[in-house]
């Protein structure tokens, strides 16, 4: 489908980390153009990572309508905000009306469910359009509990956790998916959020659309329907939250439920609070490796840079110190690629 993605005034902030997503990677959308005024005029994966992909920022959904005509025209609009609490802008709700109105599709992963807006409703209803809500909780019936068939997957299982949210966990994934498959593995993302599922990752559940009891057994499930169904050699789980974020408190059920052979943990060097929590501040990376470490009994391998608010000569620096502190390999994917940390990886996967 031809997307619009709507991340006005959050775009190159911890709040646009859906449209970061979809701009660098996706397989369920077609990216034509994103919102947001402050950037308008550039290119969007140029304001994230200095490359150019031919996907404008624009000032609104006039021109973004506009731009997407020049392509056959769009399909969906899909909201790129990942504010905290989930909740939609009041501005926000006003510009998905309009894109109803056009004749839009919408899919929202945030916590405000527009099919439940009477009035975004009956305008969807009206234009014959479909509103999906993506964090909308599935029908208990459909739900798993666990059950210690995890048991049963006998691949290798990576987690990539991270020392806190909005800090690249679910980007790092994806670029060792890719990593392992263009090495010649068959390789697995289990997403865990909604961004992942908007990327397409085929096997994803939404941790924070789901009643506690059954985390666990969905998380459980996930990856052994990846293993039953593609016999991958490698399957990825991302992390949300981090062990330690006072708000989002994530990572534990990944290692008890989805009991990883190790784990790759993603730290940005320069954050010095957990994300947007002034005086929170952020637990040191050691102490974070020997938490995960303890509870799960399982190794962290590497570690991965974050480099917000860093200039790229800085990073090998940041790496360096990073080994030098905990002993691990420490590396930039998103700068410098998977090679070094598939390296790591490679030798672990299990011979068939």
């Known amino acids: 489908m031809k997307a619009i993605v709507y991340c006005a005034g959050a775009f190159n902030t911890p709040s646009g980390k859906t449209a970061h997503g979809l701009v660098r990677f996706t397989e369920r959308y077609q990216v034509l153009a994103v919102i947001d005024p402050v950037y308008a005029g550039k290119d969007a994966r140029g304001v994230l990572d200095g490359v150019l992909t031919g996907i404008p920022v624009v000032e609104d959904l006039a021109e973004a309508m506009l731009t997407a005509g020049k392509h056959g025209g769009a399909d969906v609009f899909v909201i790129g905000l990942a504010p905290d609490g989930g909740r939609l802008p009041d501005d926000a709700r006003e510009v998905v009306k309009q894109a109803v109105q056009m004749g839009l599709h919408v899919d929202s992963g945030l916590h405000d469910f527009l099919s439940d807006d009477p009035i975004v409703a009956a305008m969807a209803k009206e234009k014959n359009v479909r509103i999906r809500d993506i964090r909308k909780p599935p029908e208990r019936k459909d739900l798993h509990f666990f059950s210690g068939k995890i048991e049963e997957v006998d691949c290798l299982k990576l987690a990539v956790l991270g020392t806190d949210s909005a800090i690249g966990k679910r980007t790092t994934a994806w670029i060792i998916v890719h990593g392992l498959r263009k090495a010649g593995h068959k390789a697995e993302m289990i997403g865990t959020g909604q961004t992942a599922w908007m990327q397409g990752a085929t096997y994803s559940?939404?941790?924070?659309?789901?009643?506690?009891?059954?985390?666990?057994?969905?998380?459980?499930?996930?990856?052994?329907?990846?293993?039953?169904?593609e016999q991958p050699d490698v399957i990825v789980l991302e992390g949300q939250g981090s062990l330690m974020n006072p708000a989002y408190p994530g990572g534990f059920e990944l290692l008890a439920a989805g009991r990883p052979d190790y784990v790759i943990l993603q730290h940005a060097p320069k954050r010095l609070e957990y994300d947007g929590f002034p005086g929170y501040i952020m637990h040191p990376l050691d102490h974070q490796i020997k938490a995960i470490e303890f509870i799960s009994g399982r190794k962290v391998i590497a570690v991965t840079v974050n480099h917000e608010m860093m200039e790229p000569e800085e990073i090998p620096e940041a790496c360096a110190m990073i080994t030098h502190q905990t002993g691990l390999p420490a590396f930039d994917v998103l700068h410098e690629g998977p090679e070094g940390l598939m390296r790591r990886i490679l030798p672990l996967i299990r011979k068939k």
Do not use: R
Not at 205 to 229: M, P, Q, R, T, Y
């Open 205 to 229: 559940i939404i941790l924070d659309s789901l009643i506690n009891d059954f985390v666990s057994g969905e998380i459980e499930h996930a990856v052994h329907e990846a293993w039953k169904h």
